[in-house]
């Protein structure tokens, strides 16, 4: 059984950063590929940012990049987002997602186990 769980959601100002971790159990983590997906109120689910099994390979959505920085530590079975330069509009509960696949992967439909979320508030 695969189970993961986020950590490092919270409140920040405008400008602040923080950092997400995601925890996955399971001995396969690194077979796969791993994502970070957000969903604000009343909006859609949509991708963050992705990260190959082997961790050479991203992709970012263009309203993060140059922002956030998604990385894995295989050996720990974990996964962080490095959230900087925070905006009201990143707002959202964010989800950690392990793909079915090893490749990185932008729709959610790739990804098969979810973790509960985090909220994350970026005050103005």
């Known amino acids: 059984q695969v189970q993961l769980v986020e950590s490092g959601g919270g409140l920040v100002q405008t400008g602040g950063s923080l950092r997400l971790s995601c925890a996955v159990s399971?001995?396969?983590?690194?077979?796969?590929?791993m994502g970070w997906f957000r969903q604000a109120p009343g909006k859609e689910r949509v991708i963050v940012a992705s990260i190959d099994w082997s961790g050479t390979s991203t992709y970012y959505a263009d309203s993060v990049k140059g922002r956030f920085t998604i990385s894995r530590d295989n050996a720990k079975n974990t996964v962080a987002l490095q959230m900087s330069s925070l905006k009201p509009e990143d707002t959202a509960v964010y989800y950690c997602a392990r793909s079915n696949y090893g490749g990185t992967a932008s729709g959610d439909k790739s990804y098969g186990f979810w973790g509960q979320g985090t909220q994350v508030t970026v005050s103005s």
């Open positions: 399971g001995r396969t983590f690194s077979s796969y590929a």
